[in-house]
């Protein structure tokens, strides 16, 4: 009894520690997920607690629980146009692009480790993914947000990934230990099992879950419970048919999330929360796992092998695989730079140990460094190089609802609530006035307390609560009426200094501004114009440059544009050294565009 008291308030009070110690992470910059693994680490055998644990299984059956709940939720927060947008990008990435990892990685480890060609074979597949929970953590809490296309890859990457990840290591295992006498047959009806199996039964889990949850009428608390119960039943039901239980819930999350369904605010919220949780227990247990003073002996060629994967692997996978797409020198750069890897190498350094694999343990020590080293380089860095790259975007509006009330079986609107905020848009309308979206409707306003009485003639005021009925939809994208809206100059920086409607005619402001648009453009929009020399689908940050000036896509729906920032001078913050390079240019290139302005 007094063993199982202390191993809770010890596990109670290393959560504690670790949600405290991110406060200070986030002003440091640092990644919040090297934190806890820190954190484990010195708990552990050679840290201040000197906590002895080196159960392999359990960090493998609390790893794969973990990693089901974030990858479900990470599911459920992954817009349809995203999935629309960079769907086959990050297929090719995720199957194609992890290959080409692990096969680069593997020549590595036979030159660098002296491992035996199947070996090093096992050491890259176990190298080549993506972690789901950094790139999900690193993408949205590092205070930096990147355009749709690069960010929706990266995290839809890093959804996809495991199954080919998992199979390339499981397969490599039964290699080493069988020798090359696999069958080829064998080994494609395997991955076809995984890859296929896996996406066909989470889509399916997905429209049963989302079945039930339109059809149970339960006690509010009791919905959160139905959907993380759901999600695990899918990833366990479909590991039992040897198909890839990580794309299954992935996949199912990301079905759910495609038309609303009940209870929808409160599901989300509630993952969010058990999402933190599960990556504070998973962290923590992969720190303790680790013997610092074990690696010594392997650190040298581990730290060659984190250095090729980060400079040379991962950049030459994702070039090839990105040729056949429409991305953007930088855009590419960012994607093979925040290439990061976390608990999934550990997780997959640990099958090769429980398989009793010869020199298993060089396996883990490799994996353990290779993901240290990619949350100090990259994950340190994954503001610096979206700045310095070009892509990063204002942010989007702080969300301000704390309200969500379904309306029981069959409706088909639910009651939300909204904080007006400083610098809201409605702050200009009367209330009445607000154009919503179709079904959605303000029922009450409350100020100091009170209800207003014929709150439609009445001004908004910031601090006012409103109280909304709207489909389930809707309820989200209400949040932009009632939320702060203004965004820093940093924030802009890059957006242009001067802002047009879609509609406006690319032909005046060619006569305006001198805009090199060619007669073709003579009789289309501004937006037209955009989307003829960018494509159908663009996302906030997609630029054209006409001349010495560029205009930018400032907002965009559905990928359709709204509004076109004109830019006269690059005003985006680089580095140091690239803002050096050009204000050698940036006098001249100002001085003219002022010139053609004003006429003189």
Known sequence: M????????????????????????????????????????????????????????????????ALAIILFEGGLRTPREVVKLVFWPSLTLATFGVLLTALCMAGMAVLVLGMQPLEGVLMGAILASTDAAAVFMLLHGQGVAVNARVGGTLELESGMNDPMAVFLTLMAVHLVQAGAAVSGWYVLA?????????????????FGLRWLLQRLTLSAGLYPVLATAGALLIFAGTNTVHASGFLAVYVAGVMLAQTPYRAQQVITRFLDGLAWLAQIAMFLM??????????????????????????????????????PFRFNWRERGFVAWVGLRGAVPIFLASIPILAEVPNAQVYFNVAFVAVLTSLLVQGWTVGRAARFLGLEVPHAAPHGQDLDISLGHGA???????????????????????????????????????????????????????????PSAEIAGLNQFFAHHEVDEASAAGFGEFVFEAET????????????????????????????RLGDQVVP???????????????????????????????????????????????????RAFRRLTGV
């Open 412 to 470: 088909t609107r639910e009651l939300a609530g909204y904080r007006v905020q400083e610098g809201a848009r409605i702050l200009n309308y009367d209330y009445g006035e607000i154009d919503l979206p179709p079904q959605a409707e303000i029922i009450s306003v409350i100020r100091e307390s009170a209800p207003i009485a014929l709150f439609r003639e009445t001004r908004p005021l910031a601090g006012d609560y409103v109280i909304a009925i709207a």
């Open 541 to 591: 940050g997609d630029r054209l440059k006409l001349g010495e000036i560029e205009l930018v896509v400032r907002e965009a729906r559905d990928g359709r544009i709204q509004r076109i920032g004109l830019e006269l001078e690059d005003t985006r913050v680089h580095l140091p050294v690239t803002r050096t390079l050009r204000k050698l240019k940036h006098p001249m290139k100002t001085w």
């Open 505 to 532: 005619l690319a032909s005046d402001l060619a006569l305006l501004y001198g805009l090199p648009v060619g007669q073709v453009a003579k009789d289309l929009t501004l937006g037209a114009y955009l989307h003829e």
């Open 2 to 65: 007094a063993l199982i008291n202390q191993l809770i308030f010890l596990g109670a009070l290393l959560a504690l520690i670790s949600i405290l110690l991110g406060q200070l992470s986030s002003r440091l910059g640092a990644p919040l997920l090297l934190v806890f693994l820190v954190l484990g680490m010195m708990a552990g055998e050679d840290g201040l607690l000197g906590i002895p644990f080196q159960s392999y299984q359990a960090t493998f059956a609390v790893g794969s629980i």
């Open 286 to 323: 992969l720190g303790l796992l680790v013997t610092p003073s074990a690696l010594i002996a392997d650190l040298a060629a581990a730290l060659i092998l984190a250095l090729g994967l980060i400079l040379i692997a991962r950049p030459g996978a994702v070039m090839l695989c990105l040729i």
């Open 190 to 206: 395997s991955f076809t099992l995984e890859l296929v199996g896996g996406g066909i039964i989470g889509m399916a889990g997905g």
